[in-house]
């Protein structure tokens, strides 16, 4: 058996979101067991501008609803922490000597989930008070970023919150092969099995 979900980007879908997000249950983590509360919104990458828009918007009628949304786009970080100490700028002097395998462990070994993109992530987190924290960017980011690796250290950060991570492809669960992130629906990117599909929660 299979199970999947993964939903165009409507005002339908972002109506539900929105519903999901701001109901009690939600924002409580009343859920199965004691479940990290990471949760997975999986999306057609060829919506991914009209995804970019409706997360924007959850997070201002989120705000409206009192629901404070702590939106960080890993692409974005990536590119702050990249600009510390002028990494970004040495790395693209040295581009054209460095083969692309060699940039992609340059860039691995700067961004290392577990060093640096959570520490930087912990960091915002306790700048501001928030009820959910969102993720995305993760297309951009991708190969020198994998979902499971971010989302494996993560859960020793964010575990108060909930956090729902935009995603462009689709969340599978298989009972031969366990839970996968498929990346843009062609590269099964990572296992990962530990959050739930937004899509399939109810309110």
Same mark, same amino acid.
């Given at each position: ?23 009690k249950r939600f924002l409580s983590r ?31 009628? !989120?705000?409206?609803? =009192? %629901? +404070?949304?702590?939106?960080?786009? #890993?692409?974005?970080?990536? *590119? ?52 959910? !924290?969102?993720?995305? =960017? %993760? +297309?951009?980011?991708?190969?020198? #970023?994998?979902?499971?690796? *971010? ?48 899509l399939h929660i109810k309110v």
């Amino acid at each position: 058996m299979v199970t999947t979900g993964q939903a165009p980007v409507t005002p339908e879908l972002q109506q539900s979101l929105f519903e999901i997000l701001s109901s009690k249950r939600f924002l409580s983590r009343q859920g199965p067991g004691n479940e990290i509360p990471f949760f997975i919104c999986p999306y057609p990458p060829s919506d991914a501008v009209a995804m970019d828009t409706l997360r924007q918007d959850l997070v201002r009628d !989120l705000g409206k609803a =009192g %629901v +404070g949304i702590l939106d960080i786009n #890993l692409y974005d970080l990536s *590119l702050e922490l990249l600009r510390v100490d002028d990494v970004l700028g040495q790395i693209l002097e040295e581009e054209g000597a460095l083969s692309p395998d060699e940039l992609l462990e340059t860039l691995q070994g700067v961004l290392d989930p577990e060093h640096c993109l959570i520490p930087a992530i912990a960091a915002r987190m306790a700048e501001q008070p928030f009820d959910i !924290l969102f993720l995305s =960017g %993760v +297309g951009e980011t991708f190969p020198y #970023l994998r979902s499971h690796k *971010l989302l494996n250290n993560l859960q020793r950060a964010a575990k108060d919150q909930p956090t729902l991570l935009f995603f462009p492809g689709s969340y599978t669960h298989a009972l031969a092969s366990g839970a996968s992130l498929d990346l843009f629906g062609r590269l099964q990117d990572d296992k990962y099995y530990r959050a739930f599909n937004i899509l399939h929660i109810k309110v």
